[in-house]
């Protein structure tokens, strides 16, 4: 049943959560070189010192080994990493509003990645303040950036969106629509424009209020 | 159902419709919600607790708790029945927290200088009725409340609140044996 | 001193019993429970009119919350099958639109899940493979775990995955040494020079290219 579903997979959240918080390290285990782990390890403190999911670090030394990268090129790709995230975390601190969680953290560091700067990723959170998951707005602008749209043309289209009003399954969708547009032959720029005016001159109707309920409000 | 349709069609989106937008990241719908509930339990609420006071507080935790839990509704187009329960669990919680209540600013004094003897004593009748509510259990209260000042009948009561009818019969005879007691001892 | 209503005077007050139909002997005990109805206030109540705001404001401080964002997720109901429809057919008109010779045209077709998970399947063309796996931090990175299979048209290799909720990085390995990301999807920099592949799942809404 559904509820059963759920209680899984909060034990399976909370659970994989606490395993991520507690040691990320121990993914390492019998897996990559000791002087990687080593070295990984050392990142994964900093990393934690400083507030920053450690996941995306380990995740990535993983993946080194496993390309069979030669170590001394994959400690410098988890050391970018930190940097991604360090970077995403303060552009989120200095856009101002709650304590940006992990996933708003990782999404902005995708971002970055991505080829956003720090003020793209700020001004994004800016935009889904409190109406929208930060994690989904920088998500969307990742992939979009990734797909090719240059950065004016992906903040503009998130900003807009976010400011039609619009359900999060439409900015959510973004990426697919762009991807589309550019399938029919459009350059990721036009696409992406195209999108942002359909947005900006679409505000999304919001229902009245409705009077209070006539008769006996118990009954259907 | 054909709720959702015509609720879609209309300008006014049914309460199934706008649960799903807001489970679906549409946070802001939910004011709708908010705007059509936040009085259409005020009575039972205030009649159930002793007072205006107590009943908007009630009402906004209820109405807070309604979105944290609102993956939960199961039939998103009764969200008035499942609303109904979390803030009926609400009033119950309140009483045990509470429970001298003597609050009761339910029954406004009657301002008009002419206003008349037979309505003197309607309101200091109707006082006295509250007062003695809140002497009884709150099952009973409420079984009180909802059968006479909401005026449903036992079987709607019982669909409400999942008591079988016998039960709900023998909460309501106690109260008003109750009832009759305790407005006896004000003459 | 406790008095009890007559059962037949509680039928009349349950509404149940004309008081006209009570005997002579419990008609002065009928007036009394006919006062003690008619002193049921049942006026209507109004609230106070800030309490809208009161409520948004709380409500928009959890919606923001990561705990109600990862509640939400395990909890939102899964993609109605219209939708699933509507996708799928977007996803193959994407695929005829866009035939690369020299790449691999991939599908991507959400599917219904359970609320804890979405199932996304991925496809890769490569004639010439003999063996294709699928590798992303999902898996931790493990080919191993995540084989292809050949499907019905020749060189054609798929598998369907339950991805957990999040965006996640992958890319395919052919003949366990070849790594190609996924030319239909976004790609972003891999840090060794190479480029890995993005999908981006929210449960009820499938996957986002």
């Not at chain 3, 009890?4 to 009394?32: C, I, M, N, W, Y």
């Not at chain 3, 909890?75 to 695929?95: D, E, F, H, R, Y």
């Amino acid at each position: 049943m559904k509820r059963g579903a759920v209680w899984v997979g909060l034990v399976v959240l909370v659970t994989s959560n606490l395993v991520a918080q507690g040691d990320p390290r121990s993914r390492l285990a019998g897996r990559v070189p000791p002087a990687v782990a080593a070295a990984v390890s050392l990142l994964v403190d900093s990393a934690q010192a400083r507030g920053l999911p450690a996941g995306p670090l380990v995740d990535k030394a993983l993946e080194g080994v496993v390309k069979g990268v030669a170590p001394d090129r994959i400690v410098p790709a988890v050391r970018g990493v930190l940097q991604q995230l360090d970077a995403a975390a303060t552009a989120l601190r200095t856009a101002g509003g709650p304590r940006a969680g992990d996933d708003a953290v990782e999404a902005g560091a995708f971002a970055l990645d991505a080829g956003l700067t720090a003020g793209d990723v700020g001004e994004i959170a800016r935009a889904a303040d409190r109406s929208y998951p930060t994690a989904v707005a920088l998500q969307v602008a990742g992939l979009l950036a990734a797909l090719g749209v240059p950065r004016p043309e992906t903040v503009g289209l998130v900003r807009a969106t976010i400011r039609s009003g619009r359900p999060l399954g439409d900015l959510v969708n973004l990426p697919s629509q762009v991807q589309a547009a550019m399938a029919g032959g459009s350059p990721p720029a036009a696409a992406a424009a195209g999108l942002e005016r359909a947005a900006a001159a679409h505000q999304a109707p919001r229902p009245r209020a409705q009077g209070k309920g006539q008769g006996n409000p118990h009954k259907p | 159902m054909a709720h959702e349709d015509e609720g879609e069609r209309t300008a006014e989106p049914s309460d199934g419709t706008v649960v799903r937008a807001v489970l679906q990241g549409d946070v802001e719908q939910y004011a709708v919600l908010v705007r059509r509930y936040r009085d259409r339990y005020a009575r039972y609420a205030t009649r159930v607790l002793g007072s205006v006071d107590a009943a908007e507080d009630a009402v906004q935790d209820a109405l807070i708790r309604a979105f944290d839990q609102l993956a939960q509704c199961r039939e998103p187009e009764n969200f008035a029945g499942w609303f109904f329960l979390i803030l009926r669990n609400r009033c119950f919680a309140e009483r045990r927290r509470d429970r001298r209540i003597d609050d009761i600013e339910t029954v406004p004094e009657p301002q008009a200088p002419e206003v008349s003897q037979t309505r003197l004593e309607q309101v200091e009748r109707s006082r006295a009725l509250q007062r003695a509510l809140l002497h009884l259990t709150p099952e009973q209260r409420e079984v009180f409340v909802l059968k006479h000042v909401e005026e449903l009948s036992y079987d709607e009561i019982a669909a409400r609140v999942g008591t079988g009818v016998p039960a709900l019969k023998m909460r309501m005879h106690r109260a008003y044996d109750r009832l009759r007691d305790l407005l006896q001892e004000t003459r | 001193m406790n008095e009890t209503f007559d059962p037949q005077v509680k039928q009349v007050l349950d509404g149940e019993r004309a008081s006209s139909e009570l005997p002579p002997s419990l008609r002065a005990e009928g007036e009394a429970a006919r006062r003690l109805l008619a002193a049921v206030d049942r006026s209507e109540v109004a609230l106070s009119p800030h309490l809208d705001t009161r409520v948004m404001a709380v409500v928009r401080r959890h919606a923001a919350s990561p705990r109600y964002r990862a509640w939400r997720w395990l909890t939102a109901p899964s993609v109605p099958p219209w939708v699933v429809g509507a996708l799928a057919a977007a996803a193959i008109a994407l695929v005829l639109i866009r035939s690369v010779p020299d790449g691999a045209p991939v599908v991507a077709v959400p599917a219904p899940a359970a609320p804890e998970s979405v199932y996304v399947k991925f496809v890769l063309f490569a004639a010439d493979a003999r063996r294709v796996a699928l590798a992303g931090t999902f898996n931790r990175w493990d080919p191993a775990t995540t084989p292809l299979t050949r499907a019905g048209a020749p060189g054609v290799w798929t598998v369907t995955v339950a991805l957990p909720v999040g965006q996640h990085q992958y890319a395919f390995v052919v003949d366990g040494q070849q790594w190609i990301p996924d030319p239909a999807a976004p790609s972003i920099d891999d840090g060794f020079g190479r480029k890995n592949s993005v999908v981006s799942v929210s449960a009820g809404q499938g996957r986002i290219l």
